[in-house]
């Protein structure tokens, strides 16, 4: 079956790096666009990053951008979020999603399936 496992989150200071991963099984990674969302308290989920089926092509919220990366290994089944400079409105459940559409879907709707989430905190 399907899984998405992410990874790599935490409790960290302000300033500090994260490194979430999210292990792929139960399709074909490689035929996936790949996205990184996030959910905070009475908010939405939104997407923080998102990259192409070949890694070439990436998206990032406006927010995270200059401090985040996302990154996959098609070998590996696995999706990166590398993140940064962390500050204290990062704070969420971050969550990986794979997307069989035929470009970088930027809403949750655009996704096929879902991890189960992983807390990041962060504290000012």
């Known amino acids: 079956q399907v899984q998405l496992v992410e990874s790599g989150g935490g409790l960290v200071q302000a300033g500090d790096s994260l490194r979430l991963s999210c292990a792929a099984s139960?399709?074909?990674?490689?035929?996936?666009?790949m996205g990184w969302f996030r959910q905070a308290p009475g908010k939405e989920r939104e997407l923080v990053a998102a990259?192409?089926?070949?890694?070439?092509?990436?998206n990032y919220a406006d927010s995270v951008k200059g401090r985040f990366t996302i990154s996959r290994d098609n070998a590996k089944n696995t999706v990166y979020l590398q993140m940064n400079n962390l500050k204290p409105e990062d704070t969420a459940v971050y969550y990986c999603?794979?997307?069989?559409?035929?470009?970088?879907?930027?809403?949750?709707?655009?996704?096929?399936?879902w991890g189960q989430g992983t807390q990041v905190t962060v504290s000012s």
């Open positions: 990259i192409s089926r070949s890694g070439r092509s990436t």
């Open positions: 139960g399709f074909t990674f490689s035929g996936y666009f």
């Open positions: 999603a794979a997307s069989a559409s035929s470009g970088i879907a930027t809403i949750p709707g655009g996704y096929n399936y």
